[in-house]
């Protein structure tokens, strides 16, 4: 397929590239500094854009099959972060002017503002609490994309992440804001970002979770 990436030269982003480009796909890598990716494959071309821009996206996303964005933006104490809402409010746009109907994206465990309830005492009052600004602004992502009824998008939610590659290990998913254990409670905290990049390329062959949200951990 033809695949158009944004947040590339993330961590996350880095995964999907390379897993994209072995398993044949075309890969168009859009970044805001093309010297951030250090991957060079026949398969991959590495275009500079305004993600916060539909007619700079527009461009790039003519002829692709699919937009997969891993685009992550830094938590703020002060001020609250627009960069989800902002870039997806421009990808959407481009999407419809490029004529591109898939988009793939990722948020994370607990966006819902009473999800976190069940999570352990640390994360729930500790880490929810240090990282709520970018939770509100990935759960008005996730809710602008409900409402946009042209597009068949996907919101993959991992919980935290760990910088390791691919594992063999099976999925366990859930519809919804994490991933429950037998008796409710979260299952697991952390996955790989390799394996986030798995999963996100596994739906390329798959309907099962259009115009939906899905949280994701290993088993």
């Not at 001020?79 to 902002?86: D, E, P, Q, R, W």
């Amino acid at each position: 397929m033809k695949i158009a990436v944004l947040g590339a030269t993330g961590q996350t982003g880095q995964y999907l590239v390379n897993q994209a480009l072995q398993q044949g796909h075309a890969v168009t890598a859009i970044v805001r500094n093309p010297g951030k990716l250090a991957v060079h494959h026949d398969n991959l071309k590495v275009v500079e854009a305004d993600i916060f821009s539909a007619d700079s996206l527009k461009t790039h996303f003519k002829g692709q099959d699919v937009i997969m964005s891993c685009l992550g933006f830094p938590a703020s104490l002060f001020s609250a972060v627009t960069g989800y809402t902002m870039s997806m409010n421009a990808m959407i746009s481009a999407m419809r002017g490029a004529r591109v109907n898939r988009i793939i994206t990722m948020t994370s465990w607990y966006t819902e503002p009473n999800s976190g309830t069940q999570s352990s005492y640390l994360i729930r009052f500790l880490l929810l609490p240090m990282i709520r600004s970018v939770l509100t602004n990935m759960f008005e992502m996730e809710q602008f994309l409900q409402k946009t009824g042209d597009i068949s998008w996907t919101v993959v939610r991992p919980p935290g992440l760990k910088n390791l590659p691919a594992s063999a290990q099976e999925f366990l998913t859930h519809e919804g804001y994490f991933v429950p254990d037998g008796s409710g409670n979260p299952a697991g905290s952390a996955v790989g970002r390799g394996d986030v990049a798995r999963f996100m390329l596994s739906l390329l062959n798959s309907n099962a979770w259009v115009k939906r949200g899905v949280a994701i951990t290993t088993k």
